[in-house]
Every structure is written in structure tokens, then in C-alpha cells.
T-cell receptor, first 110, second 114 residues
Framework: EDKVVQSPLSLVVHEGDTVTLNCSYE??????LLWYKQEKKAPTFLFML????IEKKSGRLSSILDKKELFSILNITATQTGDSAIYLC??????????FGAGTRLFVKA | DGGITQSPKYLFRKEGQNVTLSCEQN?????MYWYRQDPGQGLRLIYY???????QKGDIAEGYSVSREKKESFPLTVTSAQKNPTAFYLC?????????????FGQGTRLTVV
């Protein structure tokens, strides 16, 4: 059975902290791994990762994929209150099926 | 069990036809969303509805239409104006409470133009 597991399920940090969110997966016919940020509205796309060892960066966010160990991490440096959200990891498989993890709820305190 | 159900799982459309994708949820969620996924890309928002009888366009609304007559249902019609409708379509719902909540997604509908 295909599955995507994120950890931790929730996280509370102070502004300025650095956080690392984890995503592990077990799927057949892996195509890509995706990260999304979800606030009170629709999830917004952050990164897509298809190759091992290549870091994707966007401002204070970065992510990397390890296809041998079947996991990805999402790093957020110098966190801000606006980073408070649910971060969703998803894995896309053959046939366009996308399996989502349960998400990590991040709360950044001022 | 509570959940969100999309149907059909696979759908074939001839060029020039309109087709309607179903999305039903029994989670009592206020907000519902339609996403489109193309190969090698993430989800792109088509339409979303935060309450009954109200909906807004997302990033790629052209060629699509929706309705939200009931809280439980948010059907998506792919019209003949959509030039490249072959894709995987995901529906999601979300509780619009004060707390951040997990989005619930359906299993998707794969639409193919033949």
C-alpha cells in the first residue's frame, strides 16, 4: 500500500528559529515528491522534487530529496509568524495518483 | 465514515463535449476546492467555494464551471472551451474554523479526451 508519512505532526517554535520537517514515503512507481503550504484557504505549492541530492530553494525555505532512503526534508530558516501553517508532503506516482501525508502543523510564536 | 468522494475514477470525453465531475463530502466542511494536476506538475487551483451558493475562480478557471447548491456537493463541469482537459482532477474540502485544519482530498478523477 502506498503511503506518505510526515513528522512531527505538530511543532511550536519561536520567531527566528530554524525548523526541519520530515517526509518519508513508500510507493510504487515514484514520480515526484511535492511540498505544499496550507493556511486557511487552499494549499499552495512550494516545491517539486524528482532527483536525489538537488536542493530546491525559495527564500527562507529549502527542500531536498533522498530517493535511496525514501525521504525528504523541508527546512525553514529564521521563521516568522507568517510561516504558521500546515505543510503537506505529497508523492506523485505513475497514473497521476498523488498520495498526501497528514501534514505537519507549524505554529510560530512571536 | 466521514470522507470526500469523487466520481468517476476515470472519465473519457470526446472533443466538444461537456463533462461533469462529482465531488461529495460528509465532513460538514464549509470550504471545497477543485485542483488540476498535469504530469510533472503540482496541484493548480481551478475553483473554490467557501460557503454554499458562493464560489471563486482559482488560477486556471477558464473552460471550467462549478456550482455549490448544497454544502455536501461541489461538482465541476469541464466545458468544450477547455482546450486541454486531459489531466488528473482532485477535489478537497476544509473546515473553516479558527484553527488550522488538515485538508481532505478525494482520490481524484482522471479525465482523458479521446
Amino acid at each position: 500500500e502506498d503511503k506518505v508519512v510526515q513528522s512531527p505532526l505538530s511543532l511550536v517554535v519561536h520567531e527566528g528559529d530554524t525548523v526541519t520537517l520530515n517526509c518519508s514515503y513508500e510507493v510504487t512507481n515514484f514520480r515526484s515528491l511535492l511540498w505544499y503550504k496550507q493556511e486557511k484557504k487552499a494549499p499552495t505549492f512550494l516545491f517539486m522534487l524528482t532527483s536525489s541530492g538537488i536542493e530546491k530553494k525559495s527564500g527562507r525555505l529549502s527542500s531536498i530529496l533522498d530517493k535511496k532512503e525514501l525521504f525528504s526534508i523541508l527546512n525553514i530558516t529564521a521563521t516568522q509568524t507568517g510561516d504558521s501553517a500546515i505543510y503537506l508532503c505529497a508523492v506523485s506516482t505513475g497514473g497521476f495518483k498523488t498520495i498526501f501525508g497528514a501534514g505537519t502543523r507549524l505554529f510560530v510564536k512571536a | 465514515d466521514g470522507g470526500i468522494t469523487q466520481s468517476p475514477k476515470y472519465l473519457f470525453r470526446k472533443e466538444g463535449q461537456n463533462v461533469t465531475l462529482s465531488c461529495e463530502q460528509n465532513l460538514n466542511h464549509d470550504a471545497m476546492y477543485w485542483y488540476r494536476q498535469d504530469p510533472g506538475q503540482g496541484l493548480r487551483l481551478i475553483y473554490y467555494s467557501q460557503i454554499v451558493n458562493d464560489f471563486q475562480k482559482g488560477d486556471i478557471a477558464e473552460g471550467y464551471s462549478v456550482s455549490r447548491e448544497k454544502k455536501e456537493s461541489f461538482p465541476l463541469t469541464v466545458t468544450s472551451a477547455q482546450k486541454n482537459p486531459t489531466a488528473f482532477y482532485l477535489c478537497a474540502s476544509l473546515d473553516h474554523g479558527e484553527r488550522l485544519n488538515e485538508a481532505f482530498f478525494g482520490q481524484g478523477t482522471r479525465l482523458t479526451v479521446v
